[in-house]
C-alpha cells in the first residue's frame, strides 16, 4: 500500500515568487493537513481538507492557500513568498474519522532566497 | 488550549538500552489520541504508536510503547533494545477527538542519539 507521496522533495523560490506543492494521500484517505515545520517555530498546523472543503485552519496569513480534489490529493499554494517561509512543509493523511491514525509525507523542502 | 510539553531537548543512551521519551500534555476535553512520530535527518515524519484516551491498555508497537497515565497527562514513549537506526527526532503530538477535528498539537521534540 503506497504511503503519502509529497512532490516536490526539494525546491528553491525567490522572495516574491509563488509555489505549488502537492500531496497524495494514502489511498482511501479522504482527509489531507498541512503543517510547516521551522526551527524557531516547530511544527505547525497550516489547515486540513475532507472531501475538497476546508475542515479546519491554522493562523496563517492569507498568502498560505489550499485546495483538494475530487481524488483527495491536495495542493497548497504561498504567494509572495518571504524568507520567513523556508520551511519543511508536510502533509499528512487519514480517513478523516474520529480516532483514525495519521500518517505523513516525506515533505517538502522550500528554500526562498 | 491544548498543549503538549517535552522536557527533553536531547538524550544519549548506549546501543541495545531501553529508552524512555517524556511527554505530558494538557487537555480540557475528555476525548483525544495521542501520537508519537519519529523524523530522522531526511523530514519524514514515520508514525509509531496511538493511543486512545479511552484504551484501558498501553498501545504498543512492535519494539514501541506507550506508557499512558492519563490521571498524570503523561504519555511516555518506551523503546526497548535500542538500535542506532533509532537516532533521530522525536515528537509527541495530540489530537482533541471532536469531530472533523485532524489537527495535531506538537511537542518542541527530543533529539535521540544512540551510541555504539
Known amino acids: 500500500k503506497a504511503g503519502v507521496t509529497q512532490t516536490p522533495r526539494y525546491l528553491i523560490k525567490t522572495r516574491g515568487q509563488q509555489v505549488t506543492l502537492s500531496c497524495s494521500p494514502i489511498s482511501g484517505h479522504r482527509s489531507v493537513s498541512w503543517y510547516q515545520q521551522t526551527p524557531g517555530q516547530g511544527l505547525q498546523f497550516l489547515f486540513e481538507y475532507f472531501s475538497e472543503t476546508q475542515r479546519n485552519k491554522g493562523n496563517f496569513p492569507g498568502r498560505f492557500s489550499g485546495r483538494q480534489f475530487s481524488n483527495s490529493r491536495s495542493e497548497m499554494n504561498v504567494s509572495t513568498l518571504e524568507l520567513g517561509d523556508s520551511a519543511l512543509y508536510l502533509c499528512?493523511?487519514?480517513?478523516?474519522?474520529?480516532?483514525?491514525?495519521?500518517?505523513f509525507g516525506e515533505g517538502s523542502w522550500l528554500t526562498v532566497v | 488550549a491544548q498543549k503538549i510539553t517535552q522536557t527533553q531537548p536531547g538524550m544519549f543512551v548506549q546501543e541495545k538500552e531501553a529508552v524512555t521519551l517524556d511527554c505530558t500534555y494538557d487537555t480540557s476535553d475528555p476525548s483525544y489520541g495521542l501520537f508519537w512520530y519519529k523524523q530522522p535527518s531526511s523530514g519524514e515524519m514515520i508514525f509509531l504508536i496511538y493511543q486512545g484516551s479511552y484504551d484501558q491498555q498501553n498501545a504498543t508497537e512492535g519494539r514501541y510503547s506507550l506508557n499512558f497515565q492519563k490521571a498524570r497527562k503523561s504519555a511516555n514513549l518506551v523503546i526497548s533494545a535500542s538500535q542506532l537506526g533509532d537516532s533521530a527526532m522525536y515528537f509527541c503530538?495530540?489530537?482533541?477527538?471532536?469531530?472533523?477535528?485532524?489537527?495535531?498539537?506538537f511537542g518542541t521534540g527530543t533529539r535521540l542519539t544512540i551510541i555504539p
Open positions: 503530538a495530540m489530537r482533541e477527538d471532536n469531530f472533523g477535528n485532524e489537527k495535531l498539537t
Open positions: 499528512a493523511s487519514s480517513q478523516g474519522q474520529t480516532g483514525n491514525t495519521i500518517y
